[in-house]
């Protein structure tokens, strides 16, 4: 006989007030220091969120939210809420009161499941968010103190509302699962809750802190890299100053070297210039000494004629 698999069964049903169970406790309740770490660290994520989008995006922490105006004792106060968009007033706020203007439901809360009472988280709470309104609801149980008898315990649990109003799960188990109001992935590992914008949590949210400590070290790498910069700049042109030094001593060089050419070319032509006047004197003085030979002779011969005729 072949193996039969549970099907997948989604019950809907109309949520009627519970007024008594509903009662919003006064004072604040005490909290296990897990059940605090995980919702402060998911605070300051998402208000690190909130703080780059460009709406007016609000995350709260235990905000007390009361929908029934007839009945305002009753209501929920999340682990942590998105307010998108908040109330005007919403630092002087006691309480979000959906029945004012201006006041509207959340669009993502989280719960986490409290070891002293986890039955809550996995049968009853989602009544209240449905009545309340709210389109996203993400129960993480950190400590998996879920009951078995409930199909526990598992890390996440997703709710949403559908098209039609209806207020389902979704999720149910230890993987990661998308929230359309983050655009995001959540991500239970062990007792922690991350966001990150893949499922594989490789590009994992950072808190404020968390940008800030990545920022300073960013500024800190550029400002030893601009430093290194400066140093070679400065170098370079200590460089180059001494390459412009050497090439006016290299030019002054060969400007002496062209200048003592120069000069030896002007000693030079000086010298032929004598060599050339004293070489014409010689020649003049050659030519007046043929002259006075040739005087000398014409005269001889003029007197041996004389004698000849005496």
């Not at 989604?10 to 169970?21: D, M």
């Not at 042109?237 to 002496?256: D, G, L, M, P």
Request: charge should be negative; hydrophobic fraction near 45%.
């Amino acid at each position: 006989m072949p193996l039969m698999l549970p099907a997948t069964v989604s019950i809907r049903y109309p949520v009627r007030p519970s007024l008594e169970a509903w009662v919003l406790p006064e004072g604040t309740v005490p909290e296990a220091p897990i059940h605090d770490e995980v919702a402060e660290a998911l605070k300051l994520l998402l208000r690190a969120w909130a703080s780059r989008l460009p709406g007016d995006v609000r995350i709260a922490r235990n905000l007390a939210i009361r929908w029934l105006e007839d009945h305002p004792t009753t209501g929920i106060d999340p682990d942590v809420c998105v307010l998108a968009p908040p109330p005007e007033d919403l630092d002087e706020l006691g309480s979000l009161c959906l029945w004012k203007a201006g006041h509207t439901a959340p669009t993502l809360c989280f719960e986490i499941v409290s070891k002293n009472h986890p039955h809550k988280e996995y049968v009853a709470i989602q009544d209240r968010y449905a009545a309340m309104g709210t389109r996203e609801l993400v129960v993480f149980d950190p400590l998996l103190a879920g009951p078995k008898s409930l199909g526990g315990p598992v890390a996440l649990q997703l709710w949403r509302r559908d098209a039609s109003g209806a207020f389902e799960r979704v999720h149910f188990g230890a993987s990661p699962v998308y929230v359309e109001a983050l655009d995001a992935w959540v991500i239970a590992d062990g007792r922690t809750l991350f966001i990150a914008d893949d499922r594989a949590g490789k590009r994992r949210w950072l808190n404020e802190a968390e940008h800030n400590k990545i920022e300073a070290e960013h500024n800190k790498i550029e400002a030893e890299h601009n430093k290194i910069e400066a140093e070679r700049a400065k170098a370079e042109a200590q460089q180059n100053k001494a390459e412009a030094e050497r090439a006016k001593a290299h030019a002054k060089t060969v400007q002496a070297i062209a200048d003592n050419a120069t000069a030896a070319a002007d000693s030079a032509k000086a010298a032929a210039d004598s060599a050339k006047a004293i070489a014409e004197q010689a020649h003049a003085a050659a030519e007046s000494q043929k002259l006075a030979r040739e005087a000398l002779e014409r005269e001889i011969q003029s007197l041996k004629a004389k004698l000849g005729e005496r």
